[in-house]
């Protein structure tokens, strides 16, 4: 008797455990005229998909406040399984950095209320990656253990400063522009005050004030563009500009991945996410 009592207890002491045992939560957060469905279309869903991370919905955030809409699944793939999920963030990729934070920011505090035990790893692509530390830096989110970021302007891109010279003109240049420029030049427009806060640092600029902050102990790591004929970067973001290690307050403290790749989102971003995540 004192045998099988003996087993009993060795069993529900596993099963508590493994009832006690909490899954991981991954935010992925889009660039700069990009949305939540640049995750899906770069494959890189699929292949976390296949290491374990199962796709949850997508975050947009409402005058109601944030809500979930599921992720459009292809053909085949499972539904809701339980485990590390995957949720993707929805935000206006043309508004400036301050905008595009209220809307994560508000994602993230709900994302931790609604999973109060479970670990949440973000990955920002490009400028998401500068809207996801600039709220962390802004605001305590609760649980959030690790900030990896994908070809991300942390320290500005020159490519801003050239559209904000394209777009500042005086009647009637201003005029002909409107006229001939189409859909192309109005994008540049509506997108001034974003490109206003990814210029290169300088004092009084936002990327200056985020970049001369505390920043939370996570875990940081950068992913870097190295393409042939730019040295180091991609024809965007230069790289010392993706690597985290050159903010100030993260020197020596970002782990660095390099890529040979462009700018945008492909499925061998996919793989490296997998195998970082493993580590982590």
Partial sequence: MKKWTGLLLVFGWVFCIVLDAQADILVLVHGYLS????????????????????????????????RRMPIPRPTGAPGAVSGNTVYLAELPSTAPLGIQAD???????????????????????????VVARLVLVRTPIPNVSTLIT????????PLAEEALDATSNI?????????????????????????IDIVRPWPGSLLHWLNNQPHPAVRYISIVRSQPFVLWGDMLVPGASQDMNNVPPLSGKSTLYTTTSGHI????????LTQILKGL
Avoid: C
Avoid at 111 to 125: C, R, Y
Avoid at 150 to 157: N, R
Avoid at 171 to 195: A, H, I, M, N
Avoid at 265 to 272: E, F
């Fill in 35 to 66: 949305d939540a469905s640049t995750w899906e279309s770069s494959g890189i869903t699929t292949q976390l998909e296949q290491n374990q991370w199962h796709r949850a919905d997508v975050l947009i955030t409402t005058p109601m406040g944030v």
């Fill in 103 to 129: 809307h994560l920011q508000a994602m993230l505090l709900f994302l931790a209320n609604q999973h109060p035990k479970e670990k949440i790893i973000l990955v920002g692509h490009s400028v998401g990656g």
């Fill in 150 to 157: 994908i070809a991300s302007p942390h320290l500005g891109t």
């Fill in 171 to 195: 009647w009637p240049v201003e005029v002909v522009k409107d006229f001939f420029g189409g859909d192309e030049y109005q994008t540049l427009k509506y997108s001034r005050g974003l490109y």
């Fill in 265 to 272: 989102l492909n499925p061998g971003d996919g793989l490296l």
